[in-house]
T-cell receptor, first 113, second 113 residues
Framework: DTTVKQNPRYKLARVGKPVNLICSQTMNHDTMYWYQKKPNQAPKLLLF???????READTFEKFQSSRPNNSFCSLYIGSAGLEYSAMYLC????????????FGSGTRLTVL | GDSVIQMQGQVTLSENDFLFINCTYSTTGYPTLFWYVQYSGEGPQLLLQ?????NKGSSRGFEATYDKGTTSFHLQKTSVQEIDSAVYYCAMRASNMGYKLTFGTGTSLLVDP
C-alpha cells in the first residue's frame, strides 16, 4: 500500500481562525512533508519531519506549525488564517535518502474567507 | 539558491503527437532530477528520475535526459494518448540541500482524442 491520506479534501476557514490539516501514511516512512500549491506557482515546501525532528523553511518559519505524534501521522497547523493561505496543501512521505521517491496525498484545498 | 524553471505552462496536442517538455535548473550541488505527473483529483506521483548526466530515464513510454552543459532536462514521448492528459512537474534534489525537492511550475498537457 503506497497511500498517503489527507483529510479533509476541502476546507473552508474564516480569516483570523485556526486551521488544522491532517495527513497519514502506512508505509513506515521516516520523512513527511507539507507543500503549498497555488495556481500558476510551483509546489512550495513549507516544512518536513525527519523522524521526530521538524525542519521549517526560513521564509515560512513563523506562519506554519506541525506535529508528528507518531510515525504515521502528521498535521499542519495555521494559528490565524489569512486570505493568502488559500491554496492546495499537499502532504508527502518518503524514506530517507536524496534519491528516494516522494509519495503524495491528493491534497486539501483550503479556502479562507 | 537552487531553482528550476519550467516555461511551458500549457500544451495541447492530438493523439499520436510528439511531446517535448523542457526545464532548466540551477544549483551549486550535484542534482538528481525528477519528473512527477499529477492526474486530475490526485496528488503528484513519480514518473521517472535521472541521476546521471546524459543517462536516460524511462517509464510508461516517457523518456527523460539531462544535459549538464546546458543545465537542462527534458521529458519526451513519441506518441501521446488521451490518458496522458495531466500536469507534469520537473523537480530537482541537490546534494547540498538535503531532503528538499524543488519543483517547477508545471506543464498542463491536454491531449485531444
Amino acid at each position: 500500500d503506497t497511500t498517503v491520506k489527507q483529510n479533509p479534501r476541502y476546507k473552508l476557514a474564516r480569516v483570523g481562525k485556526p486551521v488544522n490539516l491532517i495527513c497519514s501514511q502506512t508505509m513506515n516512512h521516516d520523512t513527511m512533508y507539507w507543500y503549498q500549491k497555488k495556481p500558476n506557482q510551483a509546489p512550495k515546501l513549507l516544512l518536513f519531519y525527519y523522524d521526530k525532528i521538524l525542519n521549517r523553511e526560513a521564509d515560512t518559519f513563523e506562519k506554519f506549525q506541525s506535529s508528528r505524534p507518531n510515525n504515521s501521522f502528521c498535521s499542519l497547523y495555521i494559528g490565524s488564517a489569512g486570505l493568502e493561505y488559500s491554496a492546495m496543501y499537499l502532504c508527502a512521505s518518503s524514506r530517507a535518502g536524496s534519491a528516494e521517491t516522494l509519495y503524495f496525498g491528493s491534497g486539501t484545498r483550503l479556502t479562507v474567507l | 539558491g537552487d531553482s528550476v524553471i519550467q516555461m511551458q505552462g500549457q500544451v495541447t496536442l492530438s493523439e499520436n503527437d510528439f511531446l517535448f517538455i523542457n526545464c532548466t535548473y540551477s544549483t551549486t550541488g550535484y542534482p538528481t532530477l525528477f519528473w512527477y505527473v499529477q492526474y486530475s483529483g490526485e496528488g503528484p506521483q513519480l514518473l521517472l528520475q535521472v541521476t546521471t548526466a546524459n543517462n536516460k530515464g524511462s517509464s510508461r513510454g516517457f523518456e527523460a535526459t539531462y544535459d549538464k552543459g546546458t543545465t537542462s532536462f527534458h521529458l519526451q514521448k513519441t506518441s501521446v494518448q488521451e490518458i496522458d492528459s495531466a500536469v507534469y512537474y520537473c523537480a530537482m534534489r541537490a546534494s547540498n540541500m538535503g531532503y528538499k525537492l524543488t519543483f517547477g511550475t508545471g506543464t498542463s498537457l491536454l491531449v485531444d482524442p
